[in-house]
């Protein structure tokens, strides 16, 4: 079946410095990539997305690029920021399941000043 | 964006013991929504999607007799975890579709209920 795998945190990190958190997926056809951020206290928030291949989503300095032939969509900041301390969710919705979404384990960053 | 809340965001209770927890769309009209466990730095995992005036469809592996799931209104749903024991001590996260939003990326997120089985 489906499924996603991201790694383990947490990661911890200087302010400033260049984050990336590992996503690879396997998945049926074409399915919609995910990354959502969950700021403590509160819910998941969809930060970017990508429904092709090749696509980069990007919000917020954060970038992710659909990558087919990996089946991966890492995502990316060149600078983080105090304010980036949060839990981060790959996630994907297959063709065939509009709606359903599959997630990764998490990943916790934390930056310091 | 789009708010979702959950009530209560964390709940203690006995084994043995029935546990309602509420999930609401506070500015949209929710016809989907979808209920999700998470066991400490695991993936969240769906139980079940709620469909309003309908029965709720669950996924393999759940027990729909002890996760009842009820969505009488386009703005609640609401997962009763009967007979709690220790095991279904979890986080459970609810998620609401937008019907008037196009795209596979149209749920809205509560924060979460904590419940805890002595």
């Known amino acids: 079946g489906d499924s996603v795998t991201q790694m383990e945190g947490p990661v911890t990190l200087s302010e400033e410095a260049f984050l990336t958190i590992n996503c690879t997926y396997t998945?049926?056809?074409?399915?919609?990539l995910f990354w959502y951020v969950q700021y403590p206290g509160e819910g998941l928030q969809l930060l970017l997305k990508a429904t092709k291949a090749d696509d980069k989503g990007s919000n917020k300095g954060f970038e992710a690029t659909y990558r087919k032939e990996t089946t991966s969509f890492h995502l990316e900041k060149g600078s983080v920021q105090v304010s980036d301390s949060a839990v981060y969710f790959c996630a994907l919705n297959a063709a065939d399941s509009w709606g359903k979404l599959q997630f990764g384990s998490g990943t916790q960053v934390v930056v310091t000043p | 964006g789009a708010v979702v809340s959950q009530h209560p965001s964390w709940v203690i209770c006995k084994s043995g013991t029935s546990v309602k927890i509420e999930c609401r769309s506070l500015d949209f009209q929710a016809t989907t929504m979808f209920w999700y466990r998470q066991f400490p730095k695991q993936s969240l995992m769906l139980m079940a999607t709620s469909n309003e005036g309908s029965k709720a469809t669950y996924e393999q592996g759940v027990e729909k007799d002890k996760f009842l799931i009820n969505h009488a209104s386009l703005t609640l749903s609401t997962l009763t975890v009967t007979s709690a024991h220790p095991e279904d001590s979890s986080f459970y996260i609810c998620?609401?579709?937008?019907?008037?939003?196009?795209?596979?990326?149209?749920?809205?997120f509560g924060p979460g209920t904590r419940l805890t089985v002595l």
């Open positions: 998620s609401a579709r937008d019907p008037d939003r196009v795209g596979p990326d149209t749920q809205y």
């Open positions: 998945a049926t056809g074409y399915p919609s």
